[in-house]
């Protein structure tokens, strides 16, 4: 057997917990080998001659690259490889190929248990992670949707922000309140099973509800067949009267577009729109741990009031919403209402589409 001794090799080789094999470069095959070598690969004396890709198969398909060294300064390196050795213990193993002066390739092996088992606990955590991040991912996703779905998109997008306390209270603001209620619902759907009414409802709803939110409106809650819907909250809006007005003829153009692509019998139903402008105390209201983003006040109440007496298909408005929109929205005047709560007539204006002229 050829023997290999490095200087120094017995002082350094306990302490840097190192092994060698000596590799023929021409034939590439095992020339000698130190002890520890056979019981870290779980090899016997009988490798020696045999190919080196044989004993150690990460060297297959790097001959040209070994044959290279004896002529180069180079080295190759072959990092953690795993090894359940003779002794029974698995180990993690870095080989470092280099030529000799002899122009032979010395294989130094040198136990990186401790570092192999750091990285691949390094990795493991690191696939916890990023399976950690896509279930949470999943489920902010899923939280996001459920919040869109549940809470008007700016009440959910501020609350997400921290712009607004999931807390109890309100401040008061100049808001426009919409309420569009359907007429004639109950005597159109007593003819429907429960499946045909909920998909009924449904769809008209959600032709109001996008035209609402289209025009800036906050759409805070569905009451049976009716919508309630805020302007200028949470956030600041513009003209929000106008918004609002435009929102409701919106709503019946909507409605209107979904009847054209309805087979002639199925139901189609109408909705009365009104709206009124002026203080009102929006915030949360509820009781325990059930919230609900609204506006409470004597503005929202005469809002609701109108509405259910405004006839099917138009929108009627109050006074201070006139005086935001009578430069861009055509109105006409109808005959002032008595409304519980008020000690006189509330002047109502019927808001028309197309521009003022």
Avoid at 125 to 153: A, C, G, H, I, S
Avoid at 266 to 272: A, E, M, V
Avoid at 284 to 292: A, D
């Amino acid at each position: 057997m050829t023997t290999f001794t490095a200087p120094g090799w017995s002082d350094i080789q306990p302490y840097f917990q190192l092994t060698w094999a000596l590799l023929d470069p021409t034939e590439l095959t095992l020339l000698a080998f130190d002890p520890l070598w056979l019981m870290w690969f779980a090899l016997d004396a009988t490798v020696q001659g045999q190919p080196a890709d044989a004993v150690l198969p990460e060297l297959w398909g790097l001959a040209e690259q070994i044959q290279a060294l004896p002529h180069s300064a180079d080295h190759l390196r072959l990092d953690l490889l795993q090894r359940q050795g003779s002794d029974g213990r698995w180990r993690y193993l870095n080989v470092v190929l280099l030529p000799t002066a002899e122009r032979h390739i010395l294989l130094v092996a040198q136990d990186s248990t401790a570092q192999g088992r750091t990285l691949q606990a390094l990795t493991q955590n690191r696939n916890e992670l990023r399976l950690l991040r896509q279930q949470l991912d999943t489920l902010n996703q899923k939280l996001f949707y459920l919040l869109n779905v549940y809470l008007p998109p700016t009440v959910a997008d501020q609350l997400v922000r921290g712009e607004l306390a999931a807390e109890l209270g309100g401040q008061q603001r100049q808001v426009a309140i919409l309420f569009a209620d359907i007429r004639g619902y109950t005597r159109t759907v007593e003819r429907l099973t429960p499946d045909q009414t909920m998909q009924t409802l449904n769809a008209h709803l959600t032709a109001a509800v996008q035209a609402i939110t289209e025009h800036g409106g906050t759409v805070n809650q569905f009451q049976g067949d009716n919508v309630m819907a805020i302007f200028n909250a949470p956030l600041d809006l513009p003209a929000y009267a106008r918004h609002a007005v435009q929102a409701a003829l919106a709503v019946h153009a909507a409605v209107a577009d979904y009847h054209h692509s309805l087979p002639a019998d199925q139901p189609r139903l109408q909705f009365g729109i009104g709206i009124n402008t002026g203080p009102a105390l929006v915030g949360n209201s509820g009781g325990g741990l059930r919230y609900t983003y609204t506006a409470i006040g004597d503005t929202v109440n005469l809002a609701s009031r109108i509405t259910a007496v405004t006839p099917a298909g138009q929108v009627w408005i109050t006074e201070p919403v006139l005086q935001q929109v009578q430069a861009v929205i055509r109105t006409t005047p109808l005959k002032p209402l008595l409304f519980k709560g008020k000690s006189a007539p509330t002047a109502l204006f019927a808001a028309h589409d197309g521009d003022q002229p």
